[in-house]
């Protein structure tokens, strides 16, 4: 099954590129590496025993922190190859990052033919591959599993919806799936989804996301940008995807809301942020983009009703400047976020109907009295309205989800202790 799966790769590939090049136009970072995308790669590195970590993109990567700061303190001699798909992952990686030094080194993952993961495999020499979430590539387990390098899927979990996807594939999927050597699932019916895909190894250790560390320094920043704001009520939509902003701004105009209200908007992605901008304009909506603050004192004036987060890398600074969040990618059925970082600082959540990428999460968010779920924008509005002119029932929410938050913790240790005897001393290379 591989080989017409190998020769449809290699027929798409112009196509693949032309989409990258294109892509490039909203966010240049598309346009750059290009090699790597191909197993195309500078000077080989010296010998050193290397870990190879997948992190697709900005999620993966943020939640892989305390999964890659655990492996560098356990294996000193070690480094990193944390290989991403998306420039934002890059970017994300760099910043969380680049306190290791040389110790880590990041790139774009080959695309999926055998004949540039080999080449991958060859310059890098990693003595274990491991994938963060949802990662199944047939051709670079079985390219791996050539070169004696043991594939780990960790903090892995599986949706219906993308079980049914996966099951289409038929063998392709289920040979990839037994040759994965340990699969590391967040619950149990992410660990029963995994092995009716045909996976044998699977143990439930939980989701890392949950041993998160909020940088001090985002602490800080976010305490900063409140003093800008000021005193008002700020309701943060984080991490929004494309359909959503439009309904929470129609919402935001149309319901009852306290007339010092400031919404903020986080975009996902940053190559969006221009056309966000674009739609708050047409609105004819007072506000300000995130970046423009400092250009007149850095103050949010009284009269601005929306703050555009036009920023990257401070996910945890609006969070710490809110009162009350909304996690985006759920008004539409796209399957929501993560919400355990508003959870992490103590912000009374709410979100919407569509959550079934984390669902067992979100469940157990409201069930513990963390997170609140809302059908429409309109709800969402009314409901972030109660709740930020209720102090006490905003602190209890906020109280439950910090505890929430901590309840789960240790699933990086779990994950490493099972981890430690695939991870070879020395490198393959």
Known sequence: MRIPYSLMWWLALPLVLARLWLRGRQEPGYRQFWGERLGFYGPRPAPRPAIWVHAVSVGETRAAEPLVDALLAAYPAARIVLTHMTPTGRATGKALFSKHGTRLTQSYLPYDTGTMVSRFIRHFGPSICILMETEVWPNLIAVCASHDVPVALVNARLSERSMGRAQRFGKLMLDAARAISLVAAQTEADAARIRALGALNVVVTGSIKFDVIVPPAAV??????????????????????????????????????????????VPRHPQRFDSVAAMIGARAIPWRRRSQLGQDGGAVAPAIQVLLGDSMGEMFAYYAACNCAFIGGSLLPLGGQNLIEACALGKPVLIGPHTFNFALVTEDAIATGAALRVPDARALMQQASHLLADGARSRSMGQHAFAFANQYRGATGRTLALLSPLIRPTSSA
């Open 220 to 265: 800080t920043a976010g305490a900063r940008l409140r003093r800008q704001i000021g005193e008002r009520p700020v309701l943060l939509c984080a991490s929004t995807r494309e359909g959503e902003e439009a309904l929470i701004l129609d919402a935001f105009q149309s319901a009852p809301v306290a007339a010092d209200l400031l919404l903020i908007i």
